[in-house]
């Protein structure tokens, strides 16, 4: 590992600043089942996924299993989950400790305001309500957000709408 150690549990290094965040808005968000990976701890976990990683398992809860139906079809899926160990108030980070500092939203840190993490994996197999999948980043027992096709691989199967031939700015502010 180059430079300093990882940052530890809710650690501050230098230059970075926490805020104290807003009173909670719920979103409604629902988790639909747990990802099972062989990291139990953040200084362990990869900072990205590898499609060549381990094999990791998805387990989808009942009433979602249905929600599987066709996956097998997508060689690559977007795991969206919920990063449940993070913290959530820093708005500038540090992540190389080296004095040098970077807004949240520059970032792909695990440490945000909404910890949402994101990973695209490739689909080894699926058993009943459980996807084997490679490319994964986040610890054992993460809440299952959402599953859904890789965008750069889907081809909408519902008919074309006006939008979908836009080109150009959206918001044309020009008299």
């Not at 940052?7 to 501050?12: F, K, Q, Y």
């Not at 970075?16 to 062989?38: C, W």
């Not at 009942?62 to 997508?74: C, D, M, N, Q, S």
Request: charged residues 30%.
């Amino acid at each position: 590992m180059r430079g300093k150690a990882m940052v530890r549990e809710n650690e501050i290094r230098d230059g970075e600043v926490a805020v104290k965040a807003p009173m909670a808005r719920d979103a409604g968000l629902q988790f639909v089942g747990r990802i099972s990976t062989p990291w139990t701890h953040r200084r362990l976990c990869p900072r990205q996924g590898r499609q060549d990683g381990p094999i990791c398992r998805i387990e989808v809860d009942e009433p979602w299993v249905a929600a599987l139906e066709g996956i097998e079809r997508h060689q690559r899926l977007e795991i969206l989950y919920w990063l449940d160990h993070s913290r959530r108030d820093l708005v500038l980070q540090s992540p190389a400790d080296d004095g040098k500092v970077r807004g949240t939203f520059a970032l792909r840190s695990p440490v945000r305001p909404n910890p949402i993490g994101t990973s695209i994996v490739v689909l080894v197999a699926r058993e009943g309500a459980a996807l084997l999948v490679r490319g994964l980043d986040c610890l054992d027992g993460t809440p299952l957000l959402d599953i859904k096709p890789d965008r750069s691989d889907f081809v909408p199967i519902a008919p074309p709408q006006p939008g979908d031939f836009e080109v150009g700015t959206a918001n044309n502010t020009d008299p």
